[in-house]
């Protein structure tokens, strides 16, 4: 059984970090995805940025870049989202995502596994 389990949400204050985990277990990656999405409260999902389980390779949407690193650990199978500078538009529920499918993937239909999910608050 595929499972994503999501930690490290909470509240912080403008222009704080917080860092994110993403663990999983039930499936062996070599190849694929695992991204970022989050949800702002009343809006729809979106996409925050992904890592490239074979090559390491990462890709984030513009509103993140230079704000959001994503690393992993194979061994731990594990994913960061590591978060600077963090601003109030910031604040939604982080999904952390999986997918077998080559090449970036942006689209919430694109992937297949899905945590539950975990609130960051930003506070102006």
């Known amino acids: 059984q595929v499972q994503l389990v999501e930690s490290g949400g909470g509240l912080v204050q403008a222009g704080g970090s917080l860092r994110l985990s993403c663990a999983a277990s039930?499936?062996?990656?070599?190849?694929?995805?695992m991204g970022w999405f989050r949800q702002p409260p009343g809006a729809e999902r979106e996409f925050v940025g992904a890592?490239?389980?074979?090559?390491?390779?990462?890709y984030y949407t513009d509103s993140v870049k230079g704000r959001f690193t994503i690393y992993r650990d194979s061994a731990k199978r594990t994913q960061y989202l590591q978060m600077n500078s963090l601003k109030p538009e910031d604040t939604g529920v982080y999904y952390c995502?999986?997918?077998?499918?080559?090449?970036?993937?942006?689209?919430?239909?694109?992937?297949?596994?899905w945590g539950q999910g975990t609130q960051v608050t930003v506070s102006s």
């Open positions: 890592i490239q389980w074979s090559g390491g390779g990462t």
């Open positions: 995502a999986a997918t077998f499918k080559l090449g970036e993937r942006v689209g919430e239909s694109e992937y297949d596994f």
């Open positions: 039930g499936l062996t990656f070599s190849r694929g995805s």
